[in-house]
């Protein structure tokens, strides 16, 4: 089974509205983090938000928040007042175990979004 | 210069040359990954090092030799490549401790011809 799953098409939105990214992970670990990444065309990898398994609030980072539902292993990513510049592969992403520096991380196949002005 | 840089940014070679790629941090880290982006596939960890010292090696073919002479540098030695290497090549690295975001680097887009 898939660690992380992303299903959505390319997701299309208009400048200036909201915009949701959806993301389910599958573990037995407890302990686990959620990230999300954002890839313009350039090809780097920019880190936007992150969600631990034991955090009591979802994260929230500028225009990002995540929308995190435990029960249902979901993770979605939440952009709201969508810039031109948020057109991006963006890629969910899980670690498993505890914080350390061999943090491996499980990417999904990512979700294209393009923002119409 | 800031964050995680990649050199060379492209490359192309053929499937008996030998080239390197290179990635420095400038963040201090202790960590630093290698990662396969293929077209249409998720990104692949490849290599792992923890205050130079490899702690993952995730089923890489030998043709890929990574190095790290120090928490700021990290190489990956690439000989008798196949057409099917071609991707890109991201490097990323981490504090660790009670720190989680990797930060990466713009990545090398490598064609095997």
């Known amino acids: 089974a898939q660690k992380i799953t992303q299903t959505q098409p390319g997701m299309f939105v208009q400048e200036k509205e909201a915009v949701t990214l959806d993301c389910t992970y599958d573990?037995?670990?407890?302990?686990?983090?959620l990230f999300w990444y954002k890839q313009p065309s350039s090809g780097e990898m920019i880190f936007l938000i992150y969600?631990?398994?034991?955090?009591?609030q979802n994260a929230t980072e500028g225009r990002y928040s995540l929308n995190f539902q435990k029960a249902r292993k979901s993770a979605n990513l939440v952009i709201s007042a969508s810039q031109l510049g948020d057109s991006a592969m963006y890629f969910c992403?899980?670690?498993?175990?505890?914080?350390?520096?061999?943090?491996?991380?499980?990417f999904g196949k990512g979700i294209t979004l393009s923002v119409r002005p | 210069e800031t964050g995680v840089t990649q050199t060379p940014r492209h490359l192309v070679m053929g499937m008996t040359n030998k080239k390197s790629l290179k990635c420095e941090q400038h963040?201090?880290?202790?960590?630093m990954y290698w990662y396969k982006q293929s077209a249409k596939k998720p990104l692949e960890l490849m290599f792992v090092?923890?205050?130079?010292?490899?702690?993952e090696n995730n089923s890489v073919p030998s043709r890929f030799s990574p190095e790290c002479p120090n928490s700021s540098h990290l190489f990956l030695h690439l000989h008798t490549l196949q057409p099917e290497d071609s991707a890109l090549y991201l490097c990323?690295?981490?504090?660790?401790?009670?720190?989680?975001?990797?930060?990466f680097g713009p990545g090398t887009r490598l064609t095997v011809t």
């Open positions: 992403a899980m670690r498993e175990g505890r914080t350390g520096a061999n943090s491996k991380l499980t």
């Open positions: 969600q631990g398994s034991y955090d009591q």
């Open positions: 573990t037995s670990d407890p302990s686990y983090g």
């Open positions: 963040l201090g880290h202790n960590a």
């Open positions: 990323a690295s981490s504090q660790g401790g009670t720190s989680y975001e990797q930060y």
């Open positions: 090092y923890n205050f130079k010292e490899q702690t």
